[in-house]
């Protein structure tokens, strides 16, 4: 359970900054400035010092096995010394009692090496030292050396305990940490998404309207299209932020209904015309209805991905295929292209947060395929990447269909 956590250690807005942002930095009010790696470890350690804030100093001291073995010989050796006098008045079966608290207090701040140490060599101690006859090994009575196995056993049993629910602890704090850094990172990541809506509007809007003036230049109508298109690029930036958030979250709730792959192609296809200038278009759609149970949005923004990536990642007047068909018990849905394909190597992860292929052009941020996936999978359905048998890339994403769906009758 620790890997898996170790694994997921910066929360997803974290790392949607330090992806957008390399060089973003989180300041606070003294001043200092911290990178989102520092901030987010400087939170584990003050998260986890909270309920033991010595304990966790004292760990922190500790955390070379060096030391923790050289502690161990230490606080025996202080126990052995402090005990050496008392024996006047204590016996020895109360200070091998001493000894297996100092063995369990030991547990808490070393590790299980240290702690098996501390166990043996103060059964030893306590046995040459203490035990009847004093300064040997050798037992004499049955009594004592029941006594000296016990405690070895205890000794182990009790370090090993405590080092578990030391690493349980540790384990249980980190995951709280973890889910409270996930929850402020999408808290983060919306409130900052929906504050570059409004600026991003108000610039394609500025833009419209000296579009609208009239009597420009070429220069002017050339530096008017690239404000706009850079303004549109930064839109579906954001959105795909505040998608991947909502995945990340599991705040996705479909609405299934029964869909025709037409009109969610014809959507797809509006909203990515921009795009799609120099590329041609060729869509096969099997006759006769093509249904589905899909979240109309969620197919439309799915499929308008990878319509994107495909109008991206392609030279000008490379041909891309969209084709939709029924097999059996599933709408199959594909959109391939004619450009250079996918690495072998890289179709394992094509579709991981943040992922970019080598030599991708600049300006993603490798989330479109990944949004892809969430949207299609929250639906009941799959995707898929592979290349094409004449060259390309092709995704494909089945859902599930029905030949006659239960449709309402329409009344006159």
Same mark, same amino acid.
């Given at each position: 359970?620790?890997?898996?956590v170790e694994?997921? *250690?910066?929360?997803?807005?974290?790392?949607v900054?330090?992806?957008?942002?390399?060089?973003?930095?989180?300041?606070?009010?003294?001043?200092?400035?911290m990178?989102?790696?520092?901030?987010?470890?400087?939170?584990?350690?003050?998260?986890?010092?909270m309920?033991?804030?010595d %304990?966790?100093?004292?760990?922190t001291?500790?955390?070379?096995?060096?030391?923790?073995?050289?502690?161990?010989?230490?606080?025996?050796?202080?126990?052995?010394a402090?005990?050496?006098?008392?024996?006047?008045?204590? +016996?020895?079966?109360?200070?091998?009692?001493?000894?297996?608290?100092t063995?369990?207090?030991?547990?808490?701040?070393?590790?299980?090496g240290?702690t098996?140490?501390?166990?043996?060599?103060?059964a030893?101690?306590?046995?040459y030292?203490?035990?009847?006859?004093?300064?040997?090994?050798?037992?004499?009575?049955?009594?004592?050396?029941?006594?000296?196995?016990?405690?070895?056993?205890?000794?182990?049993?009790?370090g090993?305990?405590t080092?578990r629910?030391?690493?349980?602890?540790?384990?249980?704090?980190?995951?709280?940490?973890?889910?409270?850094?996930?929850?402020?990172g999408?808290?983060?990541?919306?409130?900052?998404?929906?504050?570059?809506?409004?600026?991003?509007?108000?610039?394609?809007?500025?833009?419209? %309207?000296?579009?609208?003036?009239?009597? &420009?230049?070429?220069?002017?109508?050339?530096?008017?299209?690239?404000?706009?298109?850079?303004?549109?690029?930064?839109n579906r930036?954001?959105?795909?932020?505040?998608?991947?958030?909502?995945?990340?979250?599991?705040q996705?709730?479909?609405?299934?209904?029964?869909?025709?792959?037409?009109?969610?192609?014809?959507?797809?296809?509006?909203?990515?015309?921009?795009?799609?200038?120099g590329?041609?278009v060729?869509? *096969?759609?099997?006759?006769?209805?093509?249904?589905?149970?899909m979240?109309?949005f969620?197919?439309?923004?799915?499929?308008? +991905?990878?319509?994107?990536?495909?109008?991206?990642?392609?030279?000008l007047?490379?041909?891309?295929?969209?084709?939709?068909?029924?097999?059996? *018990?599933? &709408?199959?849905?594909?959109?391939?292209?004619?450009?250079?394909?996918?690495?072998?190597?890289?179709?394992?992860?094509?579709?991981?947060?943040?992922?970019?292929?080598?030599?991708?052009?600049?300006g993603?941020?490798?989330?479109?395929?990944?949004?892809? *996936?969430?949207?299609?999978?929250?639906?009941?359905?799959?995707?898929?990447?592979?290349?094409?048998?004449?060259?390309?890339?092709?995704?494909?994403?089945?859902?599930?269909?029905?030949?006659?769906?239960?449709?309402?009758?329409?009344?006159l």
């Amino acid at each position: 359970m620790m890997q898996k956590v170790e694994t997921q *250690k910066h929360s997803f807005g974290f790392r949607v900054l330090r992806n957008l942002l390399p060089g973003v930095s989180t300041s606070g009010a003294n001043g200092l400035t911290m990178s989102s790696r520092e901030v987010t470890d400087r939170g584990s350690s003050i998260f986890l010092s909270m309920p033991l804030t010595d %304990n966790y100093r004292i760990r922190t001291f500790l955390a070379s096995p060096w030391r923790q073995y050289l502690a161990v010989l230490v606080v025996v050796a202080i126990v052995t010394a402090l005990g050496y006098p008392l024996q006047t008045w204590i +016996n020895y079966q109360t200070l091998a009692l001493i000894y297996l608290l100092t063995e369990v207090l030991l547990a808490l701040v070393v590790g299980r090496g240290a702690t098996l140490l501390a166990a043996v060599l103060s059964a030893a101690v306590w046995d040459y030292i203490f035990v009847p006859p004093m300064n040997s090994f050798h037992i004499d009575d049955i009594y004592d050396g029941t006594m000296v196995i016990t405690y070895c056993v205890v000794a182990l049993v009790a370090g090993e305990l405590t080092a578990r629910l030391r690493s349980y602890q540790e384990t249980e704090l980190r995951t709280k940490l973890l889910s409270e850094s996930e929850k402020l990172g999408r808290t983060l990541l919306n409130s900052v998404s929906h504050e570059f809506r409004t600026p991003i509007s108000a610039i394609v809007g500025a833009a419209g %309207n000296l579009r609208a003036q009239g009597e &420009l230049s070429a220069a002017q109508e050339r530096f008017i299209g690239e404000i706009e298109s850079a303004g549109a690029r930064l839109n579906r930036i954001v959105q795909s932020l505040l998608s991947a958030a909502r995945i990340q979250g599991g705040q996705l709730q479909p609405r299934l209904d029964w869909c025709e792959v037409r009109d969610v192609v014809n959507a797809s296809l509006r909203e990515s015309a921009e795009l799609l200038k120099g590329h041609p278009v060729e869509t *096969k759609i099997a006759a006769g209805p093509q249904l589905a149970r899909m979240d109309f949005f969620l197919m439309q923004q799915a499929l308008s +991905n990878l319509i994107a990536n495909a109008a991206i990642h392609t030279p000008l007047q490379t041909r891309i295929e969209i084709s939709a068909r029924t097999e059996g *018990k599933e &709408l199959h849905l594909q959109v391939a292209d004619r450009g250079p394909g996918l690495p072998a190597q890289e179709l394992e992860h094509i579709f991981d947060v943040f992922h970019r292929l080598p030599n991708s052009k600049p300006g993603g941020v490798g989330l479109g395929l990944a949004i892809v *996936k969430g949207f299609v999978e929250v639906q009941g359905g799959r995707v898929s990447a592979a290349n094409g048998a004449n060259g390309g890339a092709v995704f494909n994403i089945r859902m599930p269909a029905a030949d006659n769906p239960e449709l309402p009758e329409e009344t006159l």
